[in-house]
């Protein structure tokens, strides 16, 4: 079956399915806890997270419609990965701005654990366009480190490389997001987002 189709219907089914925080005090995020659309190995497939075939394709298709070649980085608060999924169309799809964390569009959303939803942009599937090396949450500023294989021969496939990050609770204040490649060592992306202390406490 293709790995696209199979990338899309994955959702409503995972409601259960809650990502395991990382500890703030763990300034790396370990591989194997971010859901990915990439074909990336070490990271959790979205078909495994989300094995319902029909929600996944309807939801898939809704961020796909909202996917340029253009990378973005930003926060939702959610506590679970379908949560974390639905809170980014508020950004991709709504009108949320990315200053702030972005909850999901409902009446008194669940909330609590942040994630960082990354997007590097849109190529093809083998070799992976773009291998994430790391994230890692270093007092207010959080990273991901990856590069671009290279590559002679490309599948003609167009493939969209979106990234769900369990961060955990955040601390309220400014914090720095930032795509870094390595091979250019350099900061490809920054943008700044205020986590805001919740109003309920």
Known sequence: MNRVA????????AGA??????????PAIPLSK???????SDLQAFEVVFPNEIERRKLFQRISAFSSGASNLFLVDATNTLDAFKASLSVLEGSHS???PALVNTDDPDRGSHWLVAY??????????WVVESVTVKRNSIRVSYHQPKANIV????????????????DPGNYQLEFYTTKEKAVTLSRRVTVQRDKRD
Do not use: C, E, H, N
Request: proline content about 9%; hydrophobic content about 40%; aromatic content about 10%.
């Open 6 to 13: 199979l990338l899309i219907g994955l959702l409503l089914s």
């Open 17 to 26: 399915t809650a990502a395991t925080p990382t500890s703030k005090a763990d």
């Open 34 to 40: 971010i859901v990915t659309t990439s074909p990336q």
């Open 98 to 100: 990315a200053d702030t």
């Open 120 to 129: 590097l942009g849109v190529g093809p599937s083998q070799p992976v366009s």
């Open 155 to 170: 599948t003609g496939d167009i493939w969209r490389f979106y990234y769900w990050v369990p961060l955990g609770t955040l």
